[in-house]
């Protein structure tokens, strides 16, 4: 029997992890995984908040969070392929347009 | 039939809006007679509910109808209610009687005037503002109608803005109208804390009541009565009444001989009791009006543009009025105000017409004998000269001996000897203008004369029907020696103007006083018939013996360059020192100061937006820090 | 045994992490985070939730991760990113991601023992789930599908190659 708190921890330290690699990383690729990342980490709260509130409406959360996830990823990702295709580049601090 | 009475001042209002709002796409034929019916549909209404008011008894007095509620505040009301009772009644039968003469001839004067439609909405305006001033039952409402013909008279003496002189004239006006009015409000502010309503039927039962001291009663009426000194030229007030004539001359007769000047005698008949509870302010007011009786006539005596001689006469017989008011006999200052109307107007109208045949020259030094040449002027100007000249059997001498003859009784010797003497100063005045127009030799200009015609009768009828009332509207209002009830004017207005403690003299001093007053007449029309007839080298002679005294006079005591030294200089002074130094420093530095910061802000904070997506999660993060330690501590 | 599989899971996802963060290669960032969802997936069974673990290998290690390494094939950079040349931002950031990791925990301190053991009675099954799905939630349900569809247009649609006009 784990105590439902450890998952929820690790739940806390994933999100951090995920924030610490959005600041470090330069390239949007790296930056965008990131962000799924944090996302996880959230459902896994999620996850073990509905184990201990004993009801499953946590778990149908996480199941609409991750499809929508995985919308977003696609969309985002074609974004990052034509933003490459215009700049050459996919530095995130290449991407100045909205200076000012 | 006195059901429509509040009909009187918003026929007009309706007018003034039409022609205000489409009178650019009126024709000049519908704008006249939309106009002159406007009110003339007010004077049938107005004589209508006269005579309504005839049958009415003196309990149900006065009647007031409010038609819109205005100031509500707390336990304080002000309301648009007019109110119909003998004093009001007769001042909107004058308003709206000679007002409609005048517009009728203003029909002819302003016919080839670029400005005709705007002249005559501001006319109605007038009109409109005139009889809301005269029939307002609450003093709050009196004092909008008061404003708004101080702006109808700006406006119409100003008609003609692109000349300066009308311009300037028009804003001296109304600046040294504004200062009564200062006076005015804290007069009707004094009231409203005292008495907690400024109705008038409110304010007589506080009096009656004995709810206000002498000293209070002082102060308002006081007060009141420095707004009536701007309003109606009197001494101190009276320097924008002879700049005034620069405007188009029915404005003159209309607003500066029969209407707006008197509202300042309305005002104090209206506070009747008010200022009979105050000696003092009573007597203030005969003595100022006495004054400036006397001090007009003079200066009257030597003006060469006829029109001016008028101005100077109307605020010399205002002073009349004003004098009647202060000694008690407000029934005989307000009997002088009505036939006045009749016969001032008549005066400036004929004076226009003259001015008009003789194609706008003023000046009586060019003119002469003109009585050949206009044969209808002539005669109703001889008319209007005679009655306010008081020669018996034409209005003036009625009104004019009821005046002097309550002076005398009331003890008042002073004010009834400076009345005799300028009795005769006007006799003269008027002679001299008449003789100096109409005969003896002609001194015009060729190019004038060439152009002499009579003025079309849409002029000369209204010219007329005045001529008429100058002889026969004095007849309502005979003096005591013709019986006790021979007074109907006086007894019309008793409910309004309580008759105070009246001194009887005898029969025979009656007679005296009579006789007195003719004679004093009679020898100034002489003595101008002597001056300008018989031997017309004889003012030169006299001017040159006394070339001071010309002076003096020409040039009215010099009392308008005092003014300016005194006042006006350090007021236009001190506000270029406050110009320069608050206006331009601290407020624009204020507003600049405002503008430079926010500039200043925004470019220090645009560095927050590098555009980088890095710095706005960085900045994100430390939103969500702060808020999240902000929710734990 | 319970502890020792979540200690191991745990262990698993947070090295994986770890590694994405240092590694300056994207397909191996690509690869380490396949293992960690993988291992997550794993962490949701523990949590009685059987269904959601499978969705969650199925659709993220399987199919987003995939995506990724897709784009990262097409995007075909010969070398690495250089890491960060201004290092306070860094510094700032990972103060900031140390103070937040301190207050979350801060918030929760009071209910370290309230929330209850995992493993037991109540389970996820895809039964319960789905019932669920199909009454309470049936709206957000269908739309959920009809975003999908607009992903999927939409992607396609912003990558189109142009013709050239």
Request: charged content about 10%.
């Amino acid at each position: 029997m784990i105590p439902v708190i450890y998952f929820f921890i690790l739940s806390i330290i994933l999100f951090v992890l995920g924030i610490i690699a959005f600041s470090i990383k330069r390239d949007l690729i790296t930056m965008f995984m990131a962000v799924e990342i944090m996302v996880n980490a959230a459902n896994l709260a999620f996850i073990s908040l509905a184990k201990a509130a004993n009801s499953l409406h946590g778990q149908v959360i996480v199941f609409f969070v991750i499809t929508v996830a995985a919308a977003e990823a696609a969309v985002g990702l074609a974004i990052i392929l034509l933003v490459f295709r215009q700049k050459k580049s996919i530095k995130a601090e290449d991407m100045r347009l909205m200076k000012g | 039939m006195t059901e429509y009475f509040w009909l009187i001042p918003l026929i007009p209002g309706a007018s003034t809006f039409i022609l205000a709002v489409f009178g650019r796409w009126l024709p000049k034929k519908y704008v006249s007679w939309q106009a002159c019916l406007s009110v003339f549909a007010s004077f049938v209404i107005a004589v209508v509910s006269f005579l309504g008011l005839l049958k009415v008894s003196p309990e149900n007095l006065p009647i007031v109808k409010t038609l819109f509620s205005w100031i509500v505040s707390g336990q304080f009301n002000a309301n648009l209610s007019l109110q119909l009772d003998a004093l009001s009644t007769i001042m909107a039968l004058v308003v709206t009687g000679v007002g409609f003469l005048i517009h009728v001839y203003s029909v002819g004067y302003m016919a080839k005037d670029q400005g005709y439609t705007r002249y005559f909405t501001y006319l109605n305006l007038f009109t409109f503002a005139m009889l809301i001033l005269v029939m307002a039952s609450n003093i709050v409402l009196m004092f909008v109608g008061w404003e708004g013909v101080g702006l109808c008279s700006y406006l119409l003496i100003g008609f003609w803005f692109e000349k300066n002189s009308a311009a300037n004239a028009g804003k001296k006006a109304f600046i040294v109208n504004r200062i009564g009015d200062a006076a005015f409000i804290l007069g009707i502010f004094f009231i409203l804390i005292n008495i907690r309503s400024g109705e008038f039927r409110a304010i007589n039962e506080a009096i009656g009541g004995g709810a206000i001291t002498q000293g209070l009663a002082t102060l308002i009426a006081l007060l009141l009565f420095a707004g009536a000194t701007g309003k109606s030229a009197q001494i101190p007030l009276y320097v924008w009444l002879p700049d005034a004539m620069e405007g188009p001359t029915p404005v003159s007769a209309l607003i500066h001989a029969a209407t707006m000047v008197t509202a300042g005698v309305y005002m104090v008949s209206r506070f009747n009791l008010l200022f009979t509870l105050s000696g003092v302010a009573a007597q203030v007011v005969a003595v100022v009006g006495a004054l400036t009786a006397i001090y007009a006539a003079t200066m009257a005596l030597t003006q060469n543009d006829i029109k001016r001689v008028l101005a100077y006469s109307t605020i010399s017989q205002i002073g009349y009025m004003f004098m009647g008011c202060g000694v008690g006999a407000y029934a005989a200052g307000m009997f002088h105000l009505y036939t006045h109307a009749f016969f001032k107007s008549l005066l400036f109208l004929a004076a226009g017409s003259v001015m008009h045949a003789l194609s706008g020259e003023l000046d009586m030094r060019k003119m002469g004998g003109l009585r050949k040449y206009l044969p209808l002027t002539y005669p109703t100007f001889l008319i209007g000269a005679i009655a306010i000249a008081g020669v018996p059997f034409f209005s003036g001498f009625f009104s004019k001996d009821a005046i002097l003859t309550h002076a005398y009784a009331q003890g008042q010797y002073f004010i009834w000897a400076l009345g005799i003497m300028g009795a005769v100063l006007t006799a003269f005045y008027m002679f001299r203008l008449v003789f100096l127009t109409f005969f003896g030799g002609e001194r015009l200009d060729a190019h004038a004369k060439t152009h002499l015609h009579e003025s079309p009768p849409v002029m000369t009828v209204p010219l007329v029907l005045l001529a008429f009332f100058s002889i026969v509207a004095g007849y309502v209002g005979l003096p005591v020696v013709f019986g006790e009830k021979a007074n109907l004017f006086g007894r019309f207005l008793e409910p309004v103007i309580k008759p105070g403690h009246e001194a009887h003299l005898t029969m025979n001093m009656e007679w005296m006083l009579i006789l007195i007053s003719v004679a004093v007449a009679l020898c100034g029309i002489y003595i101008a018939y002597v001056f300008y007839l018989r031997s017309p080298q004889a003012p030169h002679q006299l001017v040159s013996r006394f070339p001071k005294v010309y002076n003096l006079l020409y040039n009215k005591y010099y009392v308008d360059e005092i003014y300016n030294a005194v006042f006006v200089n350090s007021t236009i002074k001190g506000s270029e020192a406050v110009y320069d130094n608050f206006d331009l420093k601290v407020i624009d530095g204020t507003i600049n100061g405002t503008a430079a910061a926010t500039g200043f802000t925004g470019k220090l904070l645009s560095f927050l937006q590098s555009g980088l997506v890095k710095d706005y999660a960085l900045v994100l993060l430390l939103g969500v820090v702060i808020f999240l330690g902000y929710l734990l501590l | 045994m319970g502890i020792f599989l979540f200690s191991l899971l745990a262990f698993i996802c947070l090295g994986s992490v770890l590694g994405m963060i240092l590694s300056k290669n994207q397909a191996y960032n690509a690869l380490y985070l396949v293992l960690a969802f993988a291992a997550l997936g794993g962490l949701f069974g523990l949590l009685d939730a059987p269904f959601i673990a499978a969705v969650q290998i199925i659709i993220y290690a399987g199919a987003i991760m995939v995506l990724f390494i897709f784009v990262i094939m097409m995007i075909n950079l010969r070398q690495g990113i250089t890491p960060e040349k201004k290092k306070w931002t860094l510094f700032i950031s990972a103060g900031l991601a140390v103070i937040l990791l301190a207050e979350l925990i801060l918030a929760i301190t009071g209910t370290f023992s309230a929330l209850g053991h995992a493993g037991g009675e109540k389970m996820g099954t895809p039964t319960e789930l789905g019932r669920l799905l199909f009454t309470d939630y049936l709206y957000p349900f269908e739309i959920t599908s009809i975003l999908i569809i607009a992903a999927l247009v939409g992607a396609i649609v912003l990558v189109k190659k142009r013709e050239k006009e």
